[in-house]
């Protein structure tokens, strides 16, 4: 099949610049990825992955820990551990 559609979209130049350099890393070009993103809602009829606005209690924590709010520091892995009680 003939590539002859074109794209356009006016995205964060800090962003493009960001995912670019991880398509880099993969051996990928945007080209490749774009299409790769493509197949996957074609295959799947829908987004490849969760897209879902969080609940209150999520939307809560994740502002606790923007903000660092109450986090408990940790020297090593298994002190961590030892405060879960794993």
Not at 58 to 79: G, P
Request: charged content about 25%; proline content about 3%.
């Amino acid at each position: 099949m003939a590539k002859t559609s074109v794209i356009s979209a006016r995205i964060n130049p800090e962003l493009k610049n960001n995912v670019e350099q991880v398509f880099q890393e993969l051996g990928l070009t945007a080209t490749q990825a774009i299409t790769m993103f493509y197949k996957q809602v074609e295959l799947q009829r829908g987004l490849p992955f969760i897209v879902k606005i969080p609940n209150d209690v999520t939307s809560q924590a994740l502002r606790e820990a923007r903000s660092r709010y109450d986090l408990e520091d940790f020297n090593t892995v298994e002190d961590l551990f030892d405060d879960l009680g794993i």
